[in-house]
């Protein structure tokens, strides 16, 4: 098993910056890639940026690209992604997780589920 827990949400103002962090604990030795997905009030999951245990980028969404930047440290075993100038949509419940890769929809494959950290960004 593997646990993974949140840590960096908060309020913010547009155009600011926040940081998240993730630290794994476990069996965690499976954990190929990891990641962060995000879910609004009313909208779907959205997969956000993926890291793969060599620190390759595999992924960033269109709607965070040249603003989030994740890393990776294995040997401390902590994923992260920087915010920098947020706009009120990117508020949502953002989730770390982790896996041996992602299926299509962006869920981790054989993966887990951090327990979510609020990000609010007002106008």
């Known amino acids: 098993q593997v646990q993974l827990v949140e840590s960096g949400g908060g309020l913010v103002q547009a155009g600011g910056s926040l940081r998240l962090s993730c630290t794994a604990s476990?069996?965690?030795?499976?954990?190929?890639?990891m990641g962060w997905s995000r879910q609004a009030p009313g909208k779907q999951r959205e997969l956000v940026a993926t890291?793969?245990?060599?620190?390759?980028?595999?992924f960033y969404a269109d709607s965070v690209k040249g603003r989030f930047t994740i890393s990776r440290d294995n040997a401390k075993s902590t994923v992260s992604l920087q915010m920098n100038s947020l706009k009120p949509e990117d508020t949502a419940v953002y989730y770390c997780?982790?896996?041996?890769?992602?299926?299509?929809?962006?869920?981790?494959?054989?993966?887990?589920w951090g327990q979510g950290t609020q990000v609010t960004v007002s106008s």
């Open positions: 476990g069996s965690i030795f499976s954990l190929n890639a």
């Open positions: 890291i793969t245990s060599g620190g390759r980028t595999n």
């Open positions: 997780n982790a896996g041996e890769g992602y299926y299509r929809n962006g869920h981790p494959i054989n993966g887990y």
